[in-house]
């Protein structure tokens, strides 16, 4: 499959690195030629202005690690003609079948264990070395970063980060568009938009600003 990756950041490079010789990677979209020359990525250099046309292929993978600006580019790119395939790296274990589930932009990454009855929305981007239990529930433009573990009957909401190596337990319920912080361990409900740390995972609490 000929793709176009949208992202020259680290998860960008990241997906290049580990999906290369399953895909065939033709080129990069992103506002940043700096970090594609820097990087000595493959295939051509697009700039943030394409079309199936211009690149010459409809698949894209939207590498961006900030949840609500890859629903922003996904809104735009799917205008003007794009799809968003799934992909699950070989080296990854499931027992759902993600590849013709019924959502799209979903990234499974090298060393990944998903159980089975796993529901996943739209661009969920899983990295690699996760683990998924049973019965979890992805809602869109999740993002879990590497090493997480996410126990069984999880429900995880939209634009929600997933730090690396956090733990959410069984049955708990992370609430849209919060962040579970690097290495926090979840025993209970996350409020929307709100950021938990430690173990257990508590609510980061802002300063409070002065008038």
Do not use: W
Not at 68 to 80: I, M
Not at 139 to 150: H, K, R, S, Y
Not at 155 to 182: A, D, P, W
Request: glycine share 12%; aromatic share 8%.
């Amino acid at each position: 499959m000929d793709l176009v990756v949208v992202g020259t950041g680290g998860l960008a490079r990241e997906f290049s690195a580990f999906f290369s010789e399953e895909v065939n990677i033709i080129g990069y979209s992103s506002t940043n030629p700096q970090e594609f020359e820097e990087f000595a990525l493959p295939g051509q250099y697009f700039g943030s202005d394409i079309s199936p046309d211009s690149v010459g292929t409809k698949h894209a993978v939207l590498a961006i690690g900030s949840p609500a600006t890859k629903r922003a580019v996904s809104d735009k790119l799917q205008k003007l003609g794009f799809v968003f395939p799934n992909l699950v790296h070989s080296s990854a274990v499931t027992a759902t079948n993600v590849v013709e589930a019924d959502c799209e932009g979903v990234i499974i990454s090298p060393n990944c264990v998903v159980g089975t009855n796993v529901h996943f929305g739209n661009h969920v981007y899983i990295n690699f070395m996760v683990g998924v239990g049973h019965d979890a529930t992805f809602d869109n433009f999740v993002q879990v970063n590497p090493g997480a573990q996410i126990g069984g009957a999880v429900s995880i909401g939209e634009e929600v980060v997933i730090g690396s190596g956090s733990t959410v337990l069984q049955g708990q319920k992370i609430n849209k568009s919060s962040t579970v912080g690097s290495g926090a361990v979840v025993f209970s409900t996350v409020a929307e938009d709100s950021t938990v740390i430690g173990n257990p995972a508590m609510r980061l609490k802002l300063p409070r600003r002065e008038e």
